[in-house]
């Protein structure tokens, strides 16, 4: 069974996050308020990115420079297991155990998200949803752990706020879903906490309270093996 290994901690530095697949940055500002450096990766432009950026692709990114990094965030992309592409006859690549692979290859701990039609093809994966961290929007995500990473499943809410149809304004006392073509950017940017992203990129990104939690269990148990640069 693979260990956890410990992060590279060096006195003053911030223990180095790597957020493939990182489109406009939910994942990279939830793991920054957990505490870590982060760079993201996509092949595509990512202008509206607040972190450190390289346009590149993602498996062959981690495969040369995975282990330069402490905990690793994949994102895949999800069109290939999403509802509303499949309906609409388009095709995809499935990502998701290439990525694996190029991520055994590092001997760094990660985890790989993506949505609910993904799971069959994640190991175990752990699920998070909106109520677990107060936000009001049920947008279920799934995280496989990997590389010694543990990720306990959170208790589960009920869901007892009503949702508003797909795409439709959210009217009062109703939770958003934010996909497709939604209306009220300005106030999913609020629910979600993603401020600086536009409509694309809400719809696909994972809240940044996700990834701080995860980013806060990574660095719970990934510290006790530090290796501490004099």
């Known amino acids: 069974m693979t ?22 940055g939910g994942a990279g500002k939830g793991y920054d308020d957990a505490g870590f450096d982060v760079t993201g990766v996509d092949k595509d432009p990512q202008p509206r990115y607040p972190y450190r950026f390289v346009q590149a692709d993602a498996i062959a990114f981690v495969l040369e420079h995975g282990a330069e990094f402490d905990f690793i965030h994949a994102s895949c992309p ?9 309906i609409q006859g388009r095709e995809h690549p499935d990502l998701i155990a290439p990525t694996r692979a190029a991520l055994e290859t590092t001997g760094r701990p990660w985890v790989i998200e993506n949505v609910g039609g993904a799971v069959p093809k994640l190991r175990d994966p752990v699920m998070l949803c ?7 929007t049920y947008r279920h995500r799934f995280f496989e752990a990997g590389g010694g990473f543990r990720l306990d499943q959170p208790d589960h809410p009920a869901h007892t706020v009503p949702q508003a149809k797909m795409g439709r304004p959210v009217p009062q006392g109703h939770f958003g879903q934010f996909v497709g073509n939604f209306s009220g950017v300005d106030h999913a940017r609020r629910v979600m906490g993603v401020p600086w992203m536009n409509r694309d990129g809400i719809r696909e990104c994972i809240p940044p309270a996700y990834a701080e939690h995860i980013g806060r269990a990574a660095l719970t148990q990934l510290t006790a093996g530090l290796e501490v640069a004099a």
Do not use: E, N
């Open 3 to 24: 260990q956890p290994t410990g992060i590279r901690r060096v006195r003053g530095q911030r223990p180095r996050l790597l957020d493939l697949y990182c489109c406009q």
């Open 78 to 86: 999800c069109q290939h297991d999403s509802d509303c592409q499949r």
């Open 130 to 136: 909106g109520p677990m961290f107060g936000i009001d």
